[in-house]
C-alpha cells in the first residue's frame, strides 16, 4: 500500500497492488492491477474539503515504522479559529496476509460537526488502466448490528478475468461526526 494519506484520490496516485496481479489494456504493458483504496476517509467541514492541498492545513507529518511496518500521519488544519487534527495509523498483516488496519482518530480544540465520506474508491490510478470492473457490491450491517458497516466488492481483472474481492469493515455509521472538545 503506497505510503499516501487517508484522503488522497486518484490524482494523489494511492496505490494497493497485490502481488501476481496482472492485467493488459489494449496493446499497452501489462502492469500491477491497482486494486480499489479500501481506505479512504475525507473529512469536508461546510463543503470544503480538508486534505493537503487545504490552504487551512498548519502542520503535516508522515512517518514509517520499517520495524513493526507501521505508517503514520498527523496533519492540524485551522477552521474558521478551530484546531482539527487527524492522526491515523495503519499497517499490513504479515500473519493474515489479507489484512489492513487502520486508525483513524480526529480531534479539535473547539465544538464542531464535519461531515465525513467514508467508503471503498474505485476510482483509482493506472498508468496503462483501467484494469478492473466491479461485478457486485454487498452493504451490510457490522458484526454486532449495533455499529458499523461492511462493504464488498467482488471485482474481476479485464484481461485474464481473475477474480478478487476488496472488503471494508468500519466501526462508522453516520455521515457527519460531531466533535466536542
Known amino acids: ?19 501476481g496481479i496482472y492485467d493488459r489494456h489494449g496493446d499497452k504493458w501489462r502492469e500491477p492491477v491497482n486494486f ?13 474539503g480538508l486534505t493537503l492541498k487545504s490552504s487551512d492545513v498548519r502542520s503535516h507529518t508522515q512517518k ?3 520495524r513493526y511496518g507501521l505508517f503514520e500521519r498527523k496533519t492540524q488544519w485551522d ?26 482518530q480526529i480531534t479539535s480544540s473547539k465544538d464542531i460537526t ?16 483501467p484494469h478492473f470492473e466491479i461485478e457486485k457490491t454487498y452493504l451490510s450491517e457490522g458484526k454486532d448490528n449495533s455499529q ?25 455509521k453516520n455521515n457527519t461526526v460531531n466533535l466536542v472538545a
Do not use: W
Open 1 to 19: 500500500y503506497r505510503g499516501t494519506v487517508d484522503e488522497a484520490d486518484k490524482s494523489d496516485m494511492p496505490g494497493l497492488i497485490v502481488n
Open 64 to 66: 514509517l515504522n520499517f
Open 36 to 48: 480499489p483504496n479500501p481506505l479512504f476517509i475525507k473529512l469536508s467541514y461546510n463543503g470544503l
Open 79 to 104: 477552521i474558521s479559529g478551530t484546531k482539527v487534527i487527524v492522526e491515523s495509523q495503519r499497517f499490513l498483516s504479515m500473519r493474515h496476509r489479507n489484512l489492513m488496519c487502520l486508525k483513524y
Open 148 to 172: 458499523g458497516l461492511c462493504e464488498t466488492l467482488l471485482c474481476k481483472t479485464l484481461e485474464t478475468k481473475s477474480e478478487f474481492v476488496v472488503s471494508r469493515d468500519t466501526s462508522l
Open 114 to 129: 464535519l461531515d465525513i465520506k467514508y467508503n471503498i474508491d474505485t476510482e483509482v490510478y493506472d498508468a496503462n488502466g
